[in-house]
């Protein structure tokens, strides 16, 4: 072959073979660090590595604090998300709407209904909306209504109807009777109204609604200042532990498999970074899926019992994170289906047709109007989307995933019924409202 002929363009066969080789050995090192493609690994890796949560001590805030302590937001490229302690839920709310980058969060462990309340304005200053989107439920059920014991005797249950006359014969002696609960329009306010309203009580005219922070509650009622309240865990289970109340019902005796907790961020910070949200939602979900198996269970209540988390003796969060619930008076009961669902019974998944209860829920005791369009207002808020997006790339088993955004038709404890494709039926059927249906 004559060196005219070896040529290839200008380079030597000799020099293009190097190359190609050298070539060769960049791509496959490149292969083994990204086996989808530099390009393609580049595009999915998270804009930022931090991000800020709040959380209030309550156990469904458990998947934050495990996705922090076991590393799951580190393994998906947000080492430095700062899990941060919240007063309470109206500091969460004021926290949400600066925003990190005016020293607030960027999201939270929340409550289900705030999203809502807060992008519609309805609870920030001057009625300024700061759009929410509301990426993933954190839990079902495990939340609580206690009663302070000087209504003992009556050993109240679901049925609240027999504090009617008792409440009634306190305020004839010029007393005040007050039932407390989180936020109001929040899921604690929702649990305590659908309860009293069940039982005859109007919670507006026949009692008085205060707002108390979670971790508060047991030292208020201690002191005598308030009748009964609706709580997440530990505080009920304290309460009990200090023999100053009883818990009446959890709130899964209430409405079984009930979505409580959501993790909610601000739809600009989502918006602006797409691929920091998905990395956020995977290391919640198998944070979820950790705290879901009752092997865990002990360590669960360790970590976030610890003084820098919730700071709270593990005796009175590990009963109930196990379905063992002591109601007080000598009330126990072992394995029962009402410990908190974190990952099961997709608890995750944020479906919109609870939020179109809550919001149902809001029109009927006047936070929203009765003319507020339900399923316009779940859909800018619900991200439900954005979780099957971060589910796809988690490789979340297809069972674990549902196949519709609704799970239908949900039955309370006193028969009433919710479809969430005729709310308007629903607030109909109850008969203590703030709304004229």
């Known amino acids: 072959m004559s060196k005219t002929t070896d040529k290839l363009g200008g380079i030597s066969r000799r020099k293009f073979l190097k190359t190609s080789a050298g070539t060769a050995a960049l791509i496959g090192s490149l292969q083994s660090q990204f086996p989808f493609g530099a390009p393609m ?45 919240q007063a309470s839920w109206g500091a969460t709310r004021d926290n949400v709407v600066l925003g990190s980058e005016k020293n607030g969060i960027d999201g939270a462990h929340i409550l289900t209904p705030m999203p809502y309340l807060i992008s519609a304005g309805r609870v920030t200053q001057n009625n300024v909306p700061t ?37 009634d014969k306190k305020k004839a002696t010029g007393k005040e009777v007050k039932v407390a609960m989180t936020f109001p329009g929040g899921t604690h306010d929702l649990w305590i109204r659908y309860w009293l309203a069940a039982g005859g009580i109007d919670p507006d005219k026949d009692v008085s609604t205060i707002v108390v922070p979670p971790p ?51 739809a600009e910070w989502v918006d602006k970074h797409p691929n920091a949200t998905r990395a956020l939602v995977m290391a919640i979900m198998e944070a979820q899926q950790w705290c879901e198996k009752m092997e865990n269970k002990q360590e669960l209540a360790t970590i976030v019992g610890r003084r820098q988390w919730f700071n709270v003796p593990v005796a009175d969060i590990i009963g109930r994170l196990r379905g063992d619930i002591n109601y007080g008076h000598g009330r126990i009961e072992k394995g029962t289906k009402h410990y908190m ?18 919001v149902t829920e809001d029109i009927r005791w006047g936070k929203f109007e009765q003319s507020t369009d339900i399923n316009a207002l779940v859909n800018k808020v619900n991200r439900e989307d954005l979780w099957r997006e971060a589910a796809k790339s988690l490789s979340v088993a297809a069972a674990d995933i549902p196949t519709s955004s609704s799970r239908g038709k949900e ?23 703030r709304v004229g249906v």
Not at 341 to 358: G, I, L, M, Q
Not at 415 to 430: E, N, R, T, W
């Open 41 to 85: 690994a580049h595009a999915q890796g998270p804009e930022v590595k931090k991000a800020v949560l709040g959380y209030i001590a309550l156990v469904d805030a458990s998947p934050l604090v495990i996705a922090k302590e076991k590393g799951f937001f580190a393994k998906h490229g947000m080492p430095d998300v700062d899990v941060s302690k």
């Open 411 to 433: 039955t309370f404890f006193d028969g009433k019924v919710f479809d969430p494709a005729d709310p308007a039926a629903y607030l109909k059927s109850l008969t203590i409202k």
């Open 131 to 167: 759009p929410m989107y509301i990426l993933a439920r954190l839990n079902l059920d495990a939340q609580g209504i206690s009663v302070s014991n000087e209504f003992k005797d009556l050993k109240i249950t679901t049925d609240a109807s027999p504090l009617k006359a008792a409440f």
């Open 341 to 358: 669902k974190f990952w099961s019974e997709h608890a995750s998944y944020p479906f919109k047709s609870h939020d179109a209860w809550f």
């Open 216 to 266: 508060q509650m047991v030292a208020n009622m201690k002191v005598g200042n308030m009748d009964a309240f609706c709580v997440g865990e530990p505080w009920n289970e304290q309460l009990v532990n200090q023999d100053i109340g009883y818990t009446a019902c959890t709130t899964g005796e209430i409405w079984f498999k009930h979505p409580e907790k959501a993790l909610g961020m601000r």
